[in-house]
């Protein structure tokens, strides 16, 4: 369900935010304390999550390019639409990676494992290989350690995510 507010955006330490209606919070479903919206800072689209404050309403912190991109400054008081964002968060696999993966070959290999691994408890993906040693790489996922064989990767981090998040391919 789409919720409309109005806020003023302020400041608190050095983070623009605007405090969310507490009608429109207890409509959400809160996932360890927070809340995954996405919406319209005027026309401009966002994703974002909802800070619970202590004894006070949830916060929704205001970034540079919502800034930008809404074309508003502190003291404005701005039209706000958020909805709950029940998708998991994806990832991009970033280029480097892609481009080692691609180079050497390794694209199906490294879909294969992650189709085998269940993406849901994925908790941390790291690859690492030694300089042309010969050395295996390693995929780290939730303890258990799978290897890539490839001594020419070097050691790139290509995600870290929680349980529930997914990587994109």
């Known amino acids: 369900m789409k919720f409309s507010f109005e806020a003023m955006i302020y400041k ?4 623009p935010c605007v405090e969310v209606p507490l ?3 207890t409509a959400m479903s809160v996932a360890k304390g927070y809340i995954p919206v996405k919406g319209k800072i005027k026309t401009h689209p966002f994703t974002q999550t909802l800070v619970p404050v202590k004894n006070a ?4 912190y205001v970034n540079g390019p919502m800034l930008k991109g809404a074309a508003v400054q502190l003291g404005d008081t701005v ?3 958020i909805e ?8 991009p696999m970033p280029e ?3 481009r080692q993966l691609v180079k050497n070959k390794l694209m199906p290999v490294f879909k294969k494992l992650l189709n085998m691994i269940s993406i849901y408890h994925l908790k941390f993906c790291f690859i690492h290989s030694a300089l042309k040693g010969g050395a295996s790489g390693l995929l780290v996922f939730n303890s258990h350690i799978c290897t890539l ?3 020419h990767i070097n050691s790139i981090p290509f995600a870290m995510t929680s349980p529930g998040y997914s990587m994109q391919l």
């Open 96 to 98: 480097a990676f892609k």
């Open 12 to 15: 608190v330490g050095i983070n």
């Open 84 to 91: 709950e964002d029940s998708s998991p968060p994806e990832y």
């Open 23 to 25: 009608h429109i919070t």
């Open 149 to 151: 064989a490839h001594p």
């Open 57 to 60: 309403a949830y916060r929704l």
């Open 79 to 81: 039209q706000f639409t």
